[in-house]
């Protein structure tokens, strides 16, 4: 069954290190967005979802009753299993008990709180709005309005990031006790404020080596505290996966409603437009489209399989392509498996421990 993406682009402040398509906006601009995107979502009425993904931007930086609108809207246009994952994005900045009350009514049953980092100097850095209390309030606002499945996304590799820096963070985020926890590496994006902050000289990131160890570091405290690691960034507690981000790693369908969106359906991947005055033209798409053939659909069946740490199931493989694993990728296989960076045991393929800091290539040699 497919999942569901939307996209809201408005946030209080873009931070230094971001490239999404998101920027502050007034309400009038808002609200005439959301009647496009309900427009859109119009145009798929009827289809069924068991998982929505409110991202952003930032969602709950919507006034209470046009984020309200938004959740009626998918509620009102698309079936949505009784057992649906549904999430919303939310800045700690954004935090209101009326608000969080409304969405949890509503059906929104996990929230992933974007806090990134609990070192005030680590977050100015990074431009974010709110400030390391403000997370720990975030947090404790949410369980008070009834929420029990909380991830909290945190950033390794920032500016003035040590190792014991971010075990101080780690160690606050396992206090709060979320059900998930994200823990990805900053990507500097060009045309960024960070990207020429560091360029110029007048920000320095930390080494690769202490990226390294801060990544272990996690992993190890995480593991002892609960979290089971299931993919190379993403630790959960209790079974609460991110369902919704798996269907992505699974290559299964998904549904980008709203500015900028991304879909694959059908083994054909599509996009909207990423202009706002198109969009709110009702001009929804942006005329990208790529049909995936067969050996795309196995390459990335592979290397997004491999982002798990249950690894690709070969069974899974041939009942998808009809073709063995060994078959088709047996040049790869056999150098990764010679040097231990991949490992092969009941039935799957999975990168070792060792692999994931050089990932990226390993997974680059299984392109078709």
């Not at 606050?172 to 990507?187: F, G, M, R, V």
């Not at 909207?272 to 990208?288: A, P, Q, V, W």
Request: glycine letters at 6%; aromatic letters at 10%; charged letters at 25%.
């Amino acid at each position: 069954m497919k999942g569901l993406y939307v996209h809201i682009p408005f946030c209080l402040k873009k931070c230094a290190y971001c490239d999404f398509n998101s920027s502050s906006a007034p309400k009038s601009i808002q609200e005439k967005y959301i009647d496009a995107l309900i427009s859109e979502m119009a145009e798929y009425k009827g289809t069924e979802f068991d998982t929505v993904y409110i991202g952003g931007g930032t969602p709950t930086s919507l006034k209470t009753e046009l984020l309200k609108k938004v959740i009626l809207a998918i509620k009102d246009n698309f079936r949505i299993c009784e057992d649906a994952e549904f999430t919303v994005e939310m800045n700690p900045k954004t935090a209101d008990i009326k608000k969080l009350k409304m969405m949890l009514d509503l059906g929104v049953n996990r929230l992933s709180i974007g806090v990134q980092s609990f070192c005030d100097e680590e977050l100015s850095a990074l431009g974010r709005v709110h400030n390391a209390q403000d997370a720990k309030e975030a947090i404790a606002l949410a369980k008070l309005a009834g929420f029990s499945n909380i991830s909290i996304d945190l950033m390794s590799a920032v500016p003035y990031q040590t190792k014991e820096s971010f075990a101080r963070t780690l160690d606050t985020a396992i206090s709060q006790n979320p059900t998930h926890i994200s823990c990805y590496s900053l990507i500097l994006e060009e045309g960024t404020p960070l990207f020429d902050a560091v360029r110029s000289g007048k920000t320095v990131l930390c080494d690769e080596d202490t990226e390294r160890e801060i990544y272990e570091y996690a992993v190890d405290a995480l593991e002892k505290n609960g979290y089971k690691q299931y993919e190379i960034s993403n630790f959960a507690k209790d079974g609460k996966v991110s369902r919704h981000n798996l269907k992505y790693w699974n290559l299964e369908e998904y549904l980008g409603i709203g500015l900028s969106a991304h879909s694959f359906v059908g083994g054909i991947r599509f996009s909207n437009t990423d202009d706002i005055k198109e969009y709110m033209l009702h001009n929804f798409r942006s005329g990208k489209k790529e049909i995936l053939s067969r050996e795309d659909m196995m390459s990335e069946f592979m290397f997004l399989g491999l982002r798990k740490t249950e690894g690709v199931s070969k069974q899974a493989f041939f009942e998808n392509f009809g073709a063995e694993i060994a078959d088709i990728f047996q040049k790869p296989l056999k150098k990764f498996l010679k040097t231990g960076f991949l490992i092969d045991e009941n039935g799957k393929i999975r990168l070792s421990r060792k692999a994931v800091s050089v990932s990226n290539q390993i997974m680059c040699e299984f392109l078709l």
